[in-house]
C-alpha cells in the first residue's frame, strides 16, 4: 500500500490568486495539495471498504482509516480508540450534546451550561434539549468576547450533566479560557465538551486537558477536505462516556457512527492532521505577519476592534468601521478580497451576528462588523486599495 505520509514541502508557500484574496479561512480553508493527492489516491486506487473484511482492498483501507486515526489523535496525545469519525464538526457537536439526552433523563440530570456565543451547531441541539425539559444555562460573554470561567462555575448545579464551551469563536476570532473553566469543574461529574472547529491542528493550546471528555473538530477547517471530521471521546478512566448514536444501521465507530467510512476524505483528514502538528510553528509565523499587516494597513481608517485583540488568534480579524454598513463594505472589496459578516452557516439569512449582539456592542457597531481570517496559504492582499476602496464609502 502507498503511504499516506506528506511527502512533499509544498505545503508552506502561499497559493496563487485569481481573482479577489481569500480571507474567509474561519468559513472554510483551501486544501492542502498533498492532502488532495491523498483523497485522489483512495478516490482512484485504493478505492475499498474499510468494512470488507475478505479481500486486500477492505484491509488497505482498513489499514489507511486506522493510520488517519493515529494521526488525528496525536493532534491532542489521545488513543486512536477515542477518535469517533463524523460528516464534520456539526454532526460532532450534535453528537456529544444530544448523544447524552437519555443518560440526563434516565439520571434526572437535565441541566446543560453553555454560553450565549456558542456556533448554532450548539446552541440549536441545546433548544432541541429544552423542548424535553432539560434546563439549559447560557452564560453571556463580557465586552471583550471572553466568558468568565467563574461565571461558568457559578452556572453549576448538582444537576449539571454537560458543560459545553468553544475553544475559538468562529467570529471574533477570541479563545476562550478552557483551561480555566476545566479546573474549576475538577471534582464535578458534568461532562466537558469543546467545540474545537476553529482551534484544532492550529497550535493553540489546551486541547491536550484531560478534563476535557469531548471536542468536535473538522477537517476542512485544517486544510482537509469537506465532509469529514471527528468527536474524540475521552475515556474517564476505564469507562466510556455514555453517549447514545443519533441514527442507526451499523455498528461501524463504536457504534456511535453507523453507515461505510469516506475513506478518501479520513485520509484527507489524518494527512491534514499531520501536516498541521509539523508545520504548526510555520504556519503561526505567516498568520501572525499578514495580522501584523492588516492591524497596521486598517488603523488609518480609525476602525473598532470586536473581542479583545490580545486575546484573539494570529488568524482573524472582527472590526466595524464607523458608518459604514457591512453589506456595503463586501459590495465595495469583492473584486479585491472575500470576507464576510459572519458565520458561514447563517450567511444565506443575513442576521446582526448572535456573537457581537451578547457582547453588548452598539446597534451601529454590529451592523459594520466585516470578519477577515486567512491563513499560511493567503498571499498578501492590497491593502492600499482595500484601505482606498473603504475610505470612499465614508
Not at 505545503?11 to 484574496?21: D, E, I, K, L, M
Not at 463580557?142 to 461565571?151: F, N, Q, T, W, Y
Not at 486544510?223 to 474524540?232: C, H, M, R, S, T
Not at 503561526?284 to 481608517?301: F, I, N, Y
Request: include cysteine.
Amino acid at each position: 500500500m502507498k503511504s499516506t505520509r506528506p511527502t512533499r514541502a509544498r505545503s508552506n508557500t502561499a497559493t496563487r490568486q485569481v481573482g479577489p484574496v481569500y480571507l474567509d479561512c474561519n468559513a472554510t480553508t483551501p486544501v492542502e495539495p498533498v492532502v488532495q493527492e491523498g483523497v485522489l489516491r483512495f478516490l482512484a486506487e485504493e478505492f475499498g471498504n474499510a468494512g470488507s473484511r475478505t479481500h486486500e482492498y477492505g484491509a488497505r483501507a482498513k489499514q489507511a482509516i486506522e493510520r488517519a486515526r493515529d494521526q488525528v489523535a496525536a493532534i491532542v496525545g489521545v488513543n486512536r480508540e477515542d477518535v469517533v469519525f463524523t460528516s464534520g464538526a456539526t454532526e460532532s457537536n450534535n453528537l456529544a450534546v444530544l448523544g447524552l439526552q437519555e443518560h440526563g433523563t434516565k439520571t434526572g440530570r437535565k441541566h446543560i451550561v453553555s454560553t450565549q456565543i456558542e456556533h448554532k451547531a450548539i446552541l440549536e441541539p441545546l433548544s432541541h434539549l429544552a423542548t424535553r425539559g432539560f434546563d439549559i444555562t447560557l452564560v453571556p460573554p463580557a465586552a471583550s468576547g471572553i466568558v468568565d470561567p467563574d461565571a461558568v462555575r457559578a452556572a453549576l448545579r448538582e444537576d449539571t450533566l454537560l458543560v459545553s464551551v468553544m475553544h475559538v469563536n468562529n467570529e471574533t476570532g477570541v479563545i476562550q479560557p478552557i483551561s480555566d473553566i476545566a479546573r474549576h469543574l475538577e471534582g464535578h461529574h458534568a461532562y466537558f465538551h469543546v467545540d474545537a472547529a476553529q482551534s484544532f491542528g492550529k497550535g493553540i493550546p489546551g486541547l491536550e486537558i484531560p478534563r476535557i471528555d469531548m471536542l468536535s473538530a473538522s477537517a476542512h477547517k485544517i486544510f482537509g477536505p469537506k465532509g469529514v471530521g471527528a468527536l474524540i471521546v475521552r475515556r474517564r478512566g476505564f469507562d466510556r462516556l455514555p453517549l447514545q448514536p443519533l441514527f442507526f444501521g451499523g455498528g461501524q465507530e463504536r457504534g456511535l457512527r453507523p453507515g461505510t467510512l469516506p475513506v478518501p476524505l479520513i485520509v484527507g483528514f489524518g494527512i491534514a492532521s499531520e501536516l498541521a502538528q509539523r508545520d504548526t510553528q510555520k504556519r503561526l509565523d505567516v498568520c501572525r505577519s499578514r495580522k501584523h499587516a492588516a492591524l497596521r494597513a486598517l488603523s488609518v481608517l480609525d476602525p473598532a476592534f470586536n473581542g479583545d485583540p490580545d486575546r484573539a488568534v494570529a488568524h482573524t480579524i472582527n472590526v466595524s468601521f464607523p458608518g459604514v454598513d457591512s453589506e456595503a463594505v463586501l459590495l465595495a472589496l469583492k473584486d479585491l478580497v472575500a470576507i464576510s459578516n459572519g458565520s458561514a452557516c447563517t450567511s444565506h439569512s443575513y442576521a446582526p451576528s448572535h456573537v457581537l449582539k451578547a457582547m453588548q456592542l452598539p446597534t451601529e457597531r454590529i451592523a459594520s462588523a466585516v470578519r477577515l481570517s486567512w491563513c499560511h496559504l493567503t498571499p498578501e492582499p492590497d491593502w492600499t486599495a482595500i484601505v482606498q476602496a473603504i475610505a470612499r464609502l465614508r
